[in-house]
Structures are given as structure tokens and as C-alpha cells.
């Protein structure tokens, strides 16, 4: 599993463990930022709180992987992987191939 990882992002053995643990970091740290922000807006209907709670999450999760991944070292590669990501779900506009890293 790690191999195919190294080889689809082009990235050493290190590299790929600064990227996991990126990862993982800005994964909790994005649900313990939106568990907080959830808390201050007090929402009592439970369909609600979750239909927001995913809203938040969605916009939480790109922002925190990216200020997660500077003392990593690993800023380049996520800006890349996440433009990369807006663009398959249509977000931003593609870029080209040969501009983004894997």
C-alpha cells in the first residue's frame, strides 16, 4: 500500500510519512475545530447540527491540512493535492496536467 503511494505522488519514504501524519493531524484537528464551532452556535435540532457540522467540516478539513502541513514542510505538496481535489469536484477551475504534482 505504501509503495503505490510513493509511486503515485512521486514522494521517498520520509516524505510519505510527513504526508501521513499531515494527514491524520489535520484530520482530528479538523473535528475537534468544528465540534468547538458547532458548540458556540448552540443548534438543537439534530438534523440540523449534522447538516452543518458536514458543511463546516468540508470547508474546515482544506484549511487545516494546509496550516498543518507548514511546520511538516509539506505546504507544496498539499496545495497541489488540494487544488487538484477542488478540481475533480468542480470547485475551481482544472489546471492543466502538467502544472500539479500527483
Known amino acids: 500500500m505504501f509503495d503505490r503511494l510513493q509511486k503515485k505522488w ?5 516524505q510519505l510519512a510527513l504526508i501521513l501524519c499531515t494527514f491524520a493531524l489535520g484530520g482530528s484537528a479538523t473535528g475537534w475545530v468544528g465540534k468547538k464551532i458547532m458548540n ?15 458543511i463546516l467540516i468540508t ?31 468542480g470547485i475551481i477551475k482544472s489546471i492543466p496536467e502538467d502544472r500539479h504534482e500527483s
Open 10 to 14: 512521486k514522494v521517498k519514504g520520509f
Open 40 to 54: 458556540l452556535l448552540a443548534v438543537e435540532q439534530d438534523w440540523l447540527w449534522a447538516i452543518l457540522y458536514i
Open 59 to 89: 470547508i474546515l478539513w482544506p484549511m487545516m491540512v494546509l496550516l498543518i502541513s507548514i511546520p511538516f514542510g509539506q505546504f507544496r505538496f498539499f496545495s497541489v493535492y488540494i487544488k487538484k481535489l477542488g478540481s475533480k469536484m
